[in-house]
């Protein structure tokens, strides 16, 4: 089972965009996966438009069963929701014992899946602390702005501090450009950057493209909206690394 963190600081990158369609691309391919919204701005709820009863809240502070979280959104692909609640759930493990560890411990039942995608709000939380102790790699999209870099770079002082803190080794697997725009240097001065500083580990460019933005509004993948279209070519190819690579 692989589980991977979708995260950077910094909002606007297109985490949840990645969440989604990585994870359908993965579900398309057989392999059984779950999403986790960490976020409680609660967007894989949004994105999918789906009906739920218990969430993330129930899972961290009345010790709920995963699978007693977990909505099915199509076969292949499950989904452990947040909303509101989840920010008065972090306030709550706060005070509790091991809270770096509370999720990893909570997420102890899961194991019929292939791969786990957290995907982790923009924020230096308690809640992101949790995902990355959980996971064993984490995914950074990165939008071709300077502050993107920034986010990339607080981030990684964060995941530093956790591995030498708690003992633990999650790694930085690959780093996904988003909204690349070749046209602009800005795109190219900044993806050069990344390869930089992260030799081997920067995947192919998702380029801008509105059909991404509209797939959400019509609850679909890229893939069910748009399979033809720049979005879906460039994710199916990160779907495919992500195979390769792990």
């Known amino acids: 089972m692989k589980k991977i963190a979708i995260i950077n600081q910094k909002g606007g990158t297109g985490k949840t965009t990645t969440a989604v369609n990585l994870g359908k691309g993965l579900a398309d391919r057989g392999l059984r996966t779950i999403l986790i919204d960490v976020d409680p701005q609660g967007n894989l709820v949004n994105w999918f438009s789906c009906d739920y009863e218990k969430t993330l809240y129930n899972l961290l502070v009345d010790n709920e069963s995963p699978s007693s979280c977990t909505v099915e959104i199509e076969e292949n692909l499950h989904l452990l929701p947040s909303d509101e609640s989840t920010a008065q759930a972090e306030k ?23 791969a786990v995608i957290l995907d982790c709000p923009p924020s230096l939380s308690l809640l992101n602390q949790n995902a990355l102790v959980y ?7 990165v939008s071709m702005d300077y502050l993107a870099l920034v986010g990339v770079k607080n981030i990684l002082k964060n995941i530093k501090r956790i591995n030498e803190l708690l ?34 580990k920067v995947t192919d460019p998702i380029r801008t493209n509105v059909r991404l933005s ?19 070519e460039d994710y199916a190819k990160l779907v495919e690394r992500v195979i390769k690579d792990e």
């Not at 996971?135 to 999209?141: C, G, I, N, R, V």
């Open 214 to 232: 509209e797939s959400a509004s019509y609850n679909q993948s890229i893939f069910e909206y748009a399979p033809k279209s720049h979005g879906a």
């Open 92 to 114: 709550i493990i706060t005070g509790k014992t091991s809270r770096e560890t509370i999720l990893k411990r909570r997420l102890q039942g899961i194991n019929s899946y292939d």
């Open 167 to 200: 003992e633990y080794e999650i790694e930085v697997k690959l780093v996904i450009p988003t909204f690349f725009d070749i046209r602009t240097n800005a795109s190219k001065e900044i993806l050069e950057t990344l390869k930089d500083h992260f030799d081997g």
């Open 135 to 141: 996971a064993e790699s984490a995914y950074l999209p």
